[in-house]
């Protein structure tokens, strides 16, 4: 419930577009004809059906909401005399009820299971404090499960029954993060974050066990790495920094987080039938959160694309070769400075994916004044629970702002309803051929190695060296005439000194590249507690220049995509583009009028009006900034 902190091997979507021999192009900003893309699909209007009013008792606020499992209630968080509790209403807000109230003191991250009668929570009390800025989020997370009778809509009888986690039984504590249950809860992937080895994405067999719960049977899920190889790349996985996961298409997919390249964070989706793994985000900027619709075909997700939020520290591409320990420094360092400009909202076709410099989607901007922080589908597909966040007017503030919430239905009113991927039972054989056990588990964090050299596919090294463990120690690349792909050439080294995790550490680069990236990443970047730093950065490649650590008081309006009018013989064509993608992509569900005709585009983003010299044709369509042109004269 609270704001999720979601290749082209699955195929492609072809779309065929038929444009006019003769083309008049009427374009409030552009005076040429848009080039679209016919292997794309096209953006989609969308509309706010309503904005919920909740009525709450005196004393009640109202948080962020996810749709239930019976998708006609919302389970919604509260915040009563300072503490963070679970309710349900139904669609309009009303008939509130607090299903955690008496039964636990702090309730927040909560899930609802298929049997809608339980719920699973977090308990976040311990994680961090906000008058303690040395807790630096790594504080406890408890996890519990509320169960309801006779449901979670009606929830007469309650208890809570405490989850114990395998890190428990273990002398060195580990955090457990954004942990999450499939559809039946009956396994949990979290992300398990030991002081020694760093992040694990794991999974385990949720059971009972006396007056509560308990997960067996920890695996790690992790890709794996070739131990034997000589090859930088080869062994590229066990020095990746990893987040996740989350359950989508009814328990079909796993979504979880991990640098590809240097410093930069991506979303990948694996098949939990087959364990195939698929990179769904390819660009050079912060890919997170993330949210499958039902029918499997489209995909909610969060990224700063285009607001260059980690540019300066990806645009030098190299690997991936101390990430593990680098990024949860780096990283924060971005998020604790640039709440403003983080995550911004995008919807995408599934099957396309991402492509750099290419097709993302569209951005979904409902109000610039607001952003979404949350995101859970209907069953059909074509509507949305949305949860916006105001954007704060102090742009020097750390951390999460203090600004209102709203919580919103939407629609997407050019889709059919479909119907859902039918949830679907783990087996536990299939989960053994994509993960190892916890004890097999051996990445490079936490090693140590003085010197260790490692070749380039095509030319060079790469010389590691990796001294102590996760929460405090030293690691460090130096790439000598290192190229994997023969067209690239990477020189110089990458450093990140961490004596204390929490808030004290060192980032530095003196890096250049040759070829068909050429450039340099240089700076050295000291991180404190929460949002605090000093230094500098500076990287440049092929003439593109990104300088200092983006803030707030860096991030750009945000404002919907512009749409531009084609026209001719009666037929209209309605394009736009959008950030990192300079193609002209046709949009479906725009209201186009001129004259007394009007109509809506279709699949291909052409409507037939009809229009003479004199007229004015105006394209209208949510999510969109509308435009018009006056036909002149022939």
Known sequence: ??????????????????????????????????????????????????????DLPAGVVAGSADLSPDAEHLLLEVEIDGQTQI?????????????????????????????????????????????????????????????????????????????????????????????????????????????????????????????????????????????????????????????????????????????????????????????????????????????????GKTVYFSSARGLDRMDVFTALERPSLIDSGAFGQIGRVGLWNNRRCMNEPWLMNMAVGQIRGGYSGQPLVIDPAWTLRGWSWFPDSTRAVVN??????????????????????????????????????????????????????????????????????????????????????????????????????????ERIAITNAVNDAEWSADLTSKGDRTGYLKGTIKVRAQNKFTGKVTSEVNGVTYTGVPTQADCPAIAAPKLTITAANGRVLITSTVPEDDQARPVRGVEVKSGSGSAITDENGYATVPFTPGDTITAAGGGFESASWPVPAS
């Not at 374009?27 to 706010?48: G, N, Y």
């Not at 919580?407 to 536990?428: D, G, K, N, Y």
């Not at 690349?477 to 050439?489: E, F, L």
């Open 87 to 295: 309710a349900v209403t139904d669609l309009e807000g009303r008939n509130y009820q607090c299903v955690s109230c008496g039964a636990t003191g702090n309730a927040t991250k909560a899930l609802a299971l298929q049997d809608n009668k339980r719920i699973w929570f977090a308990d976040t009390s311990g994680q961090q404090s906000g008058e303690d800025p040395s807790s630096g989020g790594t504080g406890t997370i408890n996890y519990a499960v509320l169960e309801c009778g006779p449901s979670i809509y009606d929830c007469q009888q309650r208890s809570v029954k405490k989850v114990k986690f395998p890190s428990d039984r273990r002398n060195l504590p580990a955090q457990n993060r954004e942990a999450k249950p499939d559809p039946f809860g009956e396994y949990v992937t979290w992300n398990e974050v030991s002081a020694i080895e760093g992040t694990r994405m794991s999974i385990a067999a949720l059971g009972t066990a006396g007056d509560g719960y308990e997960l067996t049977g920890q695996r790690v899920f992790s890709p794996q790495w070739s131990k034997k190889s000589d090859y930088a790349t080869d062994r590229e996985n066990a020095m990746r920094f990893y987040e996740g996961a989350s359950w989508h298409a009814g328990g079909r997919l796993l979504k979880y987080q991990t640098t590809t390249t240097g410093l930069n964070y991506d979303i990948y989706l694996m098949d939990t039938a087959t364990g195939e793994r698929r990179q769904l985000t390819t660009d050079l900027d912060y890919n997170e959160s993330g949210d499958v619709a039902p029918d």
């Open 388 to 493: 916006e966040q105001q954007r704060p007017d102090d742009v020097t503030g750390p951390g999460s702002p203090d600004t209102p919430w709203r919580t919103s239905i939407i629609e997407f009113p050019t889709r059919t309803p479909s119907a859902p991927l039918a949830p679907v039972h783990q087996s536990r054989a299939a989960i053994e051929t994509w993960s190892v056990p916890v004890k097999d588990y051996n990445p490079m964090m936490g090693r140590q190695l003085l010197i260790k050299v490692l070749k380039g596919k095509s030319s060079g090294t790469a010389t590691l060296q990796y001294l102590g463990v996760y929460a405090t120690g030293s690691y460090s690349v130096t790439y000598k005439n290192y190229s994997d792909d023969g067209r690239n050439v990477l020189n110089g080294t």
């Open 1 to 54: 419930m609270s704001p999720q902190g979601i290749s082209q091997r699955f195929g492609s979507v072809a779309l065929s577009l038929v444009l006019a021999a003769t083309i008049l192009t009427l374009s409030p900003t552009a005076a040429s004809t848009p080039d679209t893309d016919a292997s794309s699909p096209a953006l989609e209007t969308f509309r706010v059906q309503k904005v919920i009013d909740f």
